[in-house]
């Protein structure tokens, strides 16, 4: 079952904004997608900031349209997850109008050198309320964390420069004792063999 606990275990969930291009060459228009992605199925919810979507990719789905591409389930979702989590450059999306406010979400890829277009159906949400609070808190949660990691490298630089400047200070004391050493033992060594 879909929202078994035991499978929201599983699910890694990605954002990506996506920029889409717009009846206008000079600008772009950009929709969020949020994925939730399980071993076998996934769930999308999309906004353009104005309105929200879904899309339900389920097991039977999934299982189907792998099986029409050749590939396993596994492979199907890591995928889809794939030019779903972070926009492809070589990719080309799109997002239209399906008729009765639903959207048609479309990315290309190659596949064996043949360029394939996978296409899928998205509702109108029934909450989109909180489908875009789960967007954002996504997308807040990450960067609070992208946050917190920027300051935990730059200490962690910061001890590192100071370890690094002690060890040259401490290597350049060792290099001046050490030549002052040779320089007394060369002196000594002249003396006795003045005598």
């Given at each position: ?19 889409l ?18 071993p ?19 097991d ?20 889809a ?17 399906a ?5 048609r ?31 954002l ?10 946050s ?24 350049q004391?060792?290099?001046n ?19």
């Open positions: 079952m879909e929202d078994d606990p035991a499978c929201n275990a599983d699910a890694r969930h990605t954002c990506l904004k996506l920029e291009p717009s009846a206008s060459e000079r600008s772009k228009d950009s929709i969020f997608i949020r994925g939730t992605w399980f076998s199925h996934f769930r999308l919810s999309i906004t353009d900031g104005l309105h929200v979507w879904t899309c339900e990719g389920s039977a789905e999934v299982r189907q349209r792998a099986e029409q591409w050749d590939q396993s389930v596994s492979e199907y979702v890591a995928l997850e794939r030019y779903l989590g972070f926009q492809q450059p070589d990719s080309k999306y799109g997002f239209e109008d008729d009765k406010g639903q959207m979400l479309s990315w290309t890829f190659e596949k064996q050198g043949t360029k394939l277009e996978w296409r899928w159906k998205c509702q109108p949400s029934s909450d989109s309320k909180q489908n875009i609070v789960e967007i808190d996504f997308l807040l949660d990450a960067n609070i964390r992208l917190e990691e920027v300051v935990r490298k730059t200490q962690s630089f910061e001890k590192l420069k100071v370890e690094a400047e002690r060890c040259l200070s401490q290597s004391a060792f290099s004792e050490k030549a002052e050493f040779e320089s007394a033992a060369y002196a000594k060594v002249c003396a006795m063999n003045a005598v």
